[in-house]
């Protein structure tokens, strides 16, 4: 197409001048300049619609008192967001939301990467093996957290039943504040770890073999041609699984709202010892009696610039990787 | 119909899906009212939990040829949340709605998004009423916002067997006279542990305990003009401290209600206890339906007390106000009040209904032929109202948490109280 498009184009510029009346050439010019516009539109009003115009009334109801039980708003400026930055309870839902990313996070990236090196050599059922790992991803994440939350439930559970066996104490999982991110990751590793095992896996089958080869010719073992031909030449596949999960794991919601042992309160915990960044934004909107929607917006606002700034930063570190060239 | 909100992480495609629901609802609406043939009518109710009504609905169906009710139930906390959400967009709400009491003040000052029912002869049920049910749900202005359903009037579910084990008496008279106050309540709880089977505590949840000892208070967290007196109400205080020696003295069991450890509770025995509204008797036979016979009911310490019950009523927004208003009528009437409660023990808010042969005599086979009814109804009559507020609910909440806390070992009493205060002083 653009092949057919170059010439025409060019015979337009230049005759242009000359006959500045031909109204057929002048559509046939609007049409080859506006033409792709059109065709790349639905997808850009849909996004206007519900992505960006949500995003920017946010921004507005961010600035004023709006209450969902009162039909009076008014503009009150940065109030809410100077409101938040001396709110503990934001502060204590922002350490607790990283914290559980660093737990689920670190582990679940190093796991994928070696499940996508075992699955890239000669195994039996192989096909076999690739999709069962996906299979967690499958499940309704609403599943996989009340099936966890029964798991690590203080009396009853699985997992205290097992410690049990070894005479070890049972935990109160869903208590202490460390214990409750240990069982919030571990939903999130189950779920996630095998996704992000498929993606390094394609990027692993696109890596040369001649690379592999001229590595063992140096006389690189199998652990060194991981180090220094896999990882390297995996370096953007790393970094959009990083950013990727930063994204998800800095809006973690639902795992921990189900965790709580009382249906609908989104305080995450008796001391809020799991209280992530979206339960803290759903409890001020939606799950207490408050219905604070200009606070609940500043809140999302600054989970945005949190998700930006904390990309960035993930984004430098990962790429300190040494690159493959 | 309506697109239902019961779960909230579901709720960006619920609103999506809400907006293309109602169009087509009212498209369809149109189409079929326009011949004006058939006064076929389908009305939503929407509760939370049990309300217990699928055979009224059946009678009413019956006797009213054309009407047909579906019921949404939900939890608590989500139903309250998509109402108020339903509310201020003008949109999706049920026909009848319920409304509980700790959400009843906050609904009421927004009268101007209910039908008022006096419109259909509600003042005319004032009389029938608990002065104080019905006056709980009649905004500033005088709307009649909601008409009553039931209240939780309390008293103490107990093990016999487990009373047995420790040595304790087991004949309700007698277990009544044993805790006249909390003080004693307490102190029974001592001498039960002292000779208790093994993992088994007194009482269940300190915040249960809590919530029973507060529902008795008046005034509690508000006082008449409307203020928040939580801080300085010594009655506040004072539930707080008997919840704190009942968890220092070892005989909670430290359960969050309502949680997974809590129903698998009722199920092993492993409390003796529970504060009791007239509606836990429904939960715990739900829970524990093998346990039956091994419960009986005594009566609660200290005074009478309103623990839950709630509210049936209609948004502005239903557009079958008038034969919602009748159906609601009949949901709230002496006898349906008086069939709900022996199907599933949510108690009559209405004297008549409360005073008649049928509850006053009413035994419960499950809580081993205890005089239900009127262990119940007594409570109901006698109990003084509380004053309600707007955040009544959040502050339940705040302590709850806080009384966790304590049980968890995560801050002392005194801390926690702080912490608690300072939540209190947040949410309004």
Not at chain 1, 66 to 76: A, G, W, Y
Not at chain 1, 89 to 109: D, H
Not at chain 2, 67 to 91: F, M, R
């Amino acid at each position: 197409m653009s092949l057919e498009l170059k010439p025409a184009a060019g015979s337009v510029r230049a005759a242009a001048p000359r006959r500045p009346g031909g109204l057929r050439r002048r559509l046939r010019r609007l049409d080859t300049k506006l033409s792709p516009y059109l065709y790349i539109a639905p997808f850009f009003v849909v996004f206007g619609l519900f992505g960006l115009f949500p995003l920017g009334y946010t921004a507005w109801v961010s600035l004023t008192d709006r209450n969902l039980l009162n039909p009076v708003v008014h503009f009150v400026g940065l109030q809410n967001y100077t409101a938040l930055l001396h709110d503990s309870y934001f502060w204590n839902a922002v350490e607790n939301t990283f914290g559980i990313w660093v737990i689920s996070t670190v582990p679940q990236l190093l796991l994928a990467l070696a499940l996508a090196h075992l699955l890239n050599t000669k195994l039996r059922a192989r096909t076999f093996f690739r999709m069962g790992i996906l299979l967690p991803q499958v499940t309704s994440l609403v599943a996989v957290a009340l099936i966890f939350t029964q798991l690590f439930s203080h009396d009853y559970g699985l997992f205290n039943y097992v410690l049990g066996q070894f005479g070890i104490d049972k935990v109160n999982w869903e208590a202490g504040r460390l214990s409750s991110w240990v069982a919030l990751s571990t939903m999130v590793i189950w779920r996630w770890t095998g996704y992000n095992a498929l993606i390094y896996l394609a990027a692993m089958q696109a890596i040369p073999e001649e690379l592999y080869e001229a590595a063992a010719v140096d006389g690189a073992r199998r652990w060194r041609q991981f180090i220094h031909v896999t990882v390297p030449m995996l370096r953007p596949t790393i970094i959009f699984t990083v950013i990727v999960s930063t994204i998800g794991g800095l809006q973690l919601f639902t795992e921990a709202y189900l965790f709580q042992p009382r249906p609908g309160i989104a305080t995450g915990g008796s001391g809020r010892q799991y209280q992530t960044i979206v339960m803290y934004l759903y409890e001020k909107a939606f799950g207490s009696t408050q219905f604070k929607f200009g606070y609940a917006a500043a809140i999302a606002w600054c989970l945005v610039l949190l998700i930006a700034v904390f990309s960035l930063v993930n984004y430098l570190v990962v790429s300190r990787i040494r690159s493959a060239e | 119909m309506r697109s239902k909100v019961k779960h909230p992480w579901r709720r960006r495609y619920i609103v999506v899906a809400a907006l293309v629901v109602v169009g087509l609802a009212g498209a369809a609406y149109s189409a079929a009212a326009a011949p004006g043939t058939s006064k076929a009518v389908t009305l939503t109710v929407d509760v939370f939990g049990n309300f217990g009504y699928t055979d009224l609905y059946k009678q009413y169906e019956q006797s009213h040829p054309g009407v047909t009710i579906k019921e949404d139930t939900e939890d608590y906390a989500p139903h309250h949340t998509s109402l108020a959400q339903h509310l201020a967009t003008g949109a999706g709400a049920d026909d009848i709605v319920a409304i509980e009491v700790g959400f009843i003040a906050q609904f009421a000052a927004q009268s101007q998004n209910f039908v008022d029912l006096s419109a259909y002869g509600a003042k005319a049920m004032k009389g029938k009423y608990l002065p104080w049910k019905y006056e709980q749900a009649v905004s500033r202005n005088g709307a009649v916002v909601g008409l009553g359903t039931d209240v939780g009037s309390l008293a103490i579910c107990y093990r016999k067997d487990l009373f047995a084990k420790a040595g304790l008496p087991t004949n309700r008279t007698a277990v009544s006279n044993l805790w006249p106050t909390w003080q004693k309540f307490l102190a029974v709880g001592k001498r039960f542990q002292a000779k208790a089977p093994k993992n088994v505590k007194f009482i269940d949840s300190g915040s249960n305990l809590y919530n029973a000892i507060i529902a008795q208070q008046n005034p509690a967290y508000y006082d008449k003009a409307g203020n928040v007196i939580v801080s300085t109400s010594p009655k506040v205080k004072t539930a707080w401290n008997l919840t704190m020696q009942a968890i220092g003295s070892g005989t909670d069991a430290g359960l969050s209600a309502f949680s997974n450890d809590w129903n698998t509770g009722f199920k092993k025995g492993t409390f003796a206890t529970v504060t009791c509204p007239a509606w836990m008797m429904g939960y715990i036979q739900g829970q524990a339906p093998k346990t039956a016979g091994k419960w009986d009911i005594a009566a609660v310490p200290g005074g009478g007390g309103n623990w839950g019950g709630s509210f049936l009523a209609i948004p502005k927004q239903s557009s079958h106000a008038a034969e919602a208003a009748d159906l609601l009528k009949f949901l709230t009437s002496a006898s349906s009040q008086a069939l709900v409660f022996k199907q599933t023990g949510n108690l009559s808010s209405q004297t008549a209904v409360l005073k008649s042969k049928a509850v006053q005599g009413f035994k419960n086979a499950f809580f081993s032929n205890a005089p239900v009814g009127q262990i119940f109804a007594t409570s109901a009559l006698r109990l003084t109202p509380q004053i309600l507020g707007p955040h009544q609910g959040d502050f339940q909440t705040a302590a709850s948490n806080a009384i966790q806390r304590v049980e968890q070992h995560k801050q002392s009493p005194a801390k926690s109280w702080t912490q608690f205060l300072k939540d209190v002083a947040n949410a309004g």
